[in-house]
Structures are given as structure tokens and as C-alpha cells.
């Protein structure tokens, strides 16, 4: 019996051992992930004002590499009381470090937003030494300006 519990007791120890070693290899590598979630009138995060009306966001996520890698991928971005993209045809993705208090540190490229609401950027920004409290926005991209206006969406958790 004794025999039997030792041996119990050493293949936990083996097994936390072998759980914590590909965490222990991650140690230097700081990856920011955060589901998406849509924007309200009234809004500002780094500087940005939110678009004039409510949006929605069916499904999210913003995630963030320490080497400046951004992949955005989101699905069903409307207006709430049309169901639509309304005007927007385009989005880029910015990241404010800081919080709602912060700046924009870096701006995607500007990709496409389906009539469903669906778009994928993926892009290299160049990160600062430092981010305290990153939010993503996802902001409306201006084709005739080429430039990015007020955000529709931002990394966050809703209730």
C-alpha cells in the first residue's frame, strides 16, 4: 500500500513537472489576447472617439505578439439598429497603451469589412519599449483621406 501511494505520489510530481516546463519555456514571450467587443456612443480611449452609434460584435479577438505581430479577426461588427456595416467599408486596428487615459502607439493597415461584418488584418507594428494597459481599437479606415477615424470596436469582455 505504502509502495502504491509512493508511486501515485511521484507520477504527480513527474506530471506537474511536465505541465510546468512549456510554460516555464514561455516565460520571456508576452502575448496580449482579448476578445472583441463593439463600441458606444461616447466613448474615448487614447485620444479616439467611439463612432456616433452603438455597434456589435458577434465574435472577436485581438491578439498581440511582444515582436509586434497583430492578428485581428472579427465576425458579424454591425450597427445595432440596422444590422449593417452602414457606410464602413474599411477597418484598420490601433493599439493604445496606457488604457482610456493613453495614446496610439501604432495603426495596421487598413483591410476590408465585409457587408456581414467580417474582417482579418494581420500586420507587423512597430511596439514601444513598454505597454501598460493595451487596448486594441478597431477603427473606421477613411479611403478617400487614407486615414483612420473613430473606433467601432476594442478589445475588452462585456457582461
Not at 497603451?97 to 507594428?125: F, H, K, M, P, W
Amino acid at each position: 500500500m505504502v509502495a502504491k501511494l509512493a508511486g501515485i505520489g511521484l507520477s504527480a510530481v513527474l506530471m506537474v513537472g511536465v505541465l510546468a516546463t512549456p510554460t516555464q519555456a514561455r516565460d520571456d514571450d508576452t502575448t496580449f489576447v482579448s476578445p472583441l467587443i463593439g463600441s458606444s456612443p461616447g466613448m474615448m480611449v487614447g485620444g479616439i472617439n467611439s463612432g456616433g452609434a452603438l455597434w456589435k460584435v458577434r465574435k472577436g479577438r485581438a491578439t498581440l505578439e511582444d515582436n509586434g505581430r497583430l492578428e485581428v479577426e472579427v465576425f458579424g461588427l454591425l450597427l445595432v439598429a440596422t444590422n449593417t456595416t452602414g457606410p464602413v467599408v474599411e477597418v484598420a486596428a490601433s493599439l493604445v497603451c496606457g488604457g482610456s487615459g493613453g495614446s496610439v502607439q501604432a495603426t495596421s493597415t487598413a483591410v476590408g469589412l465585409s457587408a456581414a461584418g467580417n474582417a482579418e488584418i494581420r500586420d507587423d507594428l512597430t511596439l514601444p519599449a513598454t505597454c501598460p494597459a493595451p487596448v486594441v481599437l478597431i477603427r473606421v479606415f477613411n479611403p478617400t483621406t487614407m486615414q483612420p477615424g473613430n473606433f467601432i470596436a476594442l478589445s475588452g469582455i462585456s457582461g
